[in-house]
């Protein structure tokens, strides 16, 4: 379906977050620790990597994917800031994996490939890590796609505020894509996709949210497909944006109403319910209706105030730009070092090297005819403006890059070890790509 309040056409979408959420502003977070004295573990969380189904067409037989599951939780997992977490991973999974944190910052004993291996077939992995910063995060093991024989699903983790946000529900969508077979299969990312046909799913389904009219809803979006920059709107609503990438930010409305999500991006907003409407995604060629809010009723209440920002986490407030560290990196070039996470080698050469406190300033430029999506991990990075006079006023960990542009990001290096980046672009059939930089 498509509809005039909502159609962006592809270069807006593809332009990703810099360009889509249209921002009308002018973790020393949590880590992995391993041995040694440490505080008294305050939660579990048992992790599962295991073969399922998923009933994407109605007329066809569920399709068989791969997932990671919480088989500790009934729902969505959410633990508390602060919480000094055991996570059991079990692989039951034919291929080695690791759980990926994204928006996890800290010790880089949490990074894959460069800091720990992954975890044999049947095997089992105990860890720890800590939830230094509230947040939307997300688990995943999709990085070690080159032998995955199946599409795969994350899981969203929930880190809550020690003063929760004043909203009547809070929700977690999942926006996931899948390419369909004839047969009703689903296609791995980095196949070629022909004869298969996209789906757009919500929480593994059409998406439907009942609330009374009134209600303030916060909403945490993630784009959990892991190819396609995505727009999606609530028609309309207004849509306030409270937080990026699993940090806070100044709240400010959403340009026409509409969030747009690189792969692994995410955004928790605040809307209030006022009228049965339906959840749009736009992947830059048409709009689909992938879900619907359906109003019931009405609170007996004031009108609600404009929503406040949420409790700050542990990021600086201002960065040195001028005292910089400044390094050039072109996004998937195999002679700069990209490699496919299966060839990843802990002997390659860094990206990059900084010394622990000292501000860094990328400029990722994509040379390619394609969008590229980039992932910083161990650290969250402001967008600068074009000058480097300044940067946007909010934090992320993913940004896509137009085909041809540089994009500057910059960050303070508070976060010591060795950590990867990664790089994809926005097709189908495109290979996952990843480097190592270093914070010493």
């Known amino acids: 379906m498509k509809t005039r309040s909502f159609d962006p056409n592809r270069r807006e979408v593809l332009a990703g977050l810099g360009a889509g959420l249209g921002v009308g502003l002018g973790a020393s977070a949590a880590g992995l620790i391993a041995g040694g004295a440490a505080p008294a573990v305050t939660a579990q969380l048992a992790l599962q990597a295991r073969p399922a189904t998923l009933a994407l067409r109605p007329d066809q037989p569920p399709a068989p994917?791969?997932?990671?599951?919480a088989v500790s939780h009934i729902g969505d997992v959410r633990l508390k800031?602060?919480?000094?977490?055991?996570?059991?991973?079990?692989?039951?999974?034919?291929?080695?994996?690791?759980?990926?944190?994204?928006?996890l910052n800290g010790p880089?004993?949490?990074?894959?490939?460069?800091?720990?291996?992954?975890?044999?077939?049947?095997?089992?992995?105990?860890?720890?890590?800590?939830?230094?910063?509230?947040?939307?995060l997300l688990a995943d093991f999709r990085?070690?796609?080159?032998?995955?024989?199946?599409?795969?699903r994350p899981l969203p983790v929930i880190a809550i505020e020690a003063n929760r946000a004043a909203v009547d529900r809070d929700e977690v969508l999942l926006i996931e894509e899948w390419r369909l077979r004839p047969d009703g299969t689903a296609l791995p990312p980095g196949r070629d996709p022909k004869d298969t046909a996209p789906l757009y799913t919500i929480n593994g389904k059409t998406f439907e949210l009942s609330a009374a009219a009134g209600e303030r809803?916060?909403?945490?979006?993630?784009?959990?497909?892991?190819?396609?920059?995505?727009?999606?709107?609530?028609?309309?609503?207004?849509?306030?944006?409270?937080?990026?990438?699993?940090?806070?930010?100044?709240?400010?409305?959403?340009?026409?109403?509409?969030?747009?999500?690189?792969?692994?991006a995410r955004a928790d907003v605040f809307v209030d319910a006022a009228a049965s409407?339906?959840?749009?995604?736009?992947d830059g060629k048409e709009a689909r209706q992938v879900g619907k809010l359906t109003i019931s009723g009405?609170?007996?209440?004031?009108?609600?105030?404009?929503?406040?920002?949420?409790?700050?986490?542990?990021?600086?407030?201002?960065?040195?730009?001028?005292?910089?560290?400044?390094f050039d990196v072109a996004?998937?070039?195999?002679?700069?070092?990209?490699?496919?996470?299966?060839?990843?080698?802990?002997?390659?050469?860094?990206?990059?090297?900084?010394?622990?406190?000292?501000?860094?300033v990328l400029a990722l430029k994509n040379p390619g005819p394609a969008t590229s999506v980039f992932h910083l991990h161990g650290h969250h990075f402001r967008l600068l403006d074009k000058l480097d006079d300044g940067w946007k006023p909010y934090w992320l960990d993913t940004l896509a890059i137009e085909p041809g542009q540089t994009q500057r990001i910059a960050f303070a290096a508070t976060s010591p070890g060795r950590w990867l980046i990664e790089s994809v672009v926005t097709d189908w059939a495109a290979p996952r790509l990843v480097r190592w930089y270093a914070v010493e």
């Open 331 to 360: 996004l998937g070039a195999p002679e700069a070092g990209w490699t496919r996470p299966a060839s990843f080698s802990v002997s390659s050469n860094p990206a990059f090297r900084a010394r622990t406190g000292r501000t860094v």
């Open 277 to 282: 409407a339906p959840f749009l995604i736009h």
């Open 65 to 69: 994917i791969w997932e990671l599951a």
């Open 143 to 152: 990085l070690f796609e080159d032998g995955l024989r199946q599409p795969a």
């Open 217 to 264: 809803l916060r909403l945490r979006f993630i784009n959990g497909s892991q190819r396609s920059v995505l727009a999606i709107k609530l028609e309309n609503h207004e849509v306030q944006v409270v937080a990026l990438d699993g940090q806070p930010a100044e709240p400010f409305p959403a340009r026409n109403g509409a969030l747009i999500l690189a792969p692994g």
């Open 108 to 136: 880089a004993a949490s990074d894959p490939l460069r800091a720990r291996a992954p975890t044999a077939p049947g095997a089992t992995e105990t860890s720890i890590i800590s939830m230094a910063n509230a947040g939307t």
């Open 81 to 103: 800031r602060g919480d000094r977490c055991e996570v059991v991973f079990r692989n039951d999974l034919p291929v080695p994996l690791a759980p990926v944190w994204y928006g």
């Open 298 to 326: 009405k609170l007996a209440r004031a009108p609600l105030p404009p929503p406040q920002p949420l409790p700050l986490n542990d990021l600086p407030e201002k960065l040195d730009l001028k005292g910089a560290l400044r």
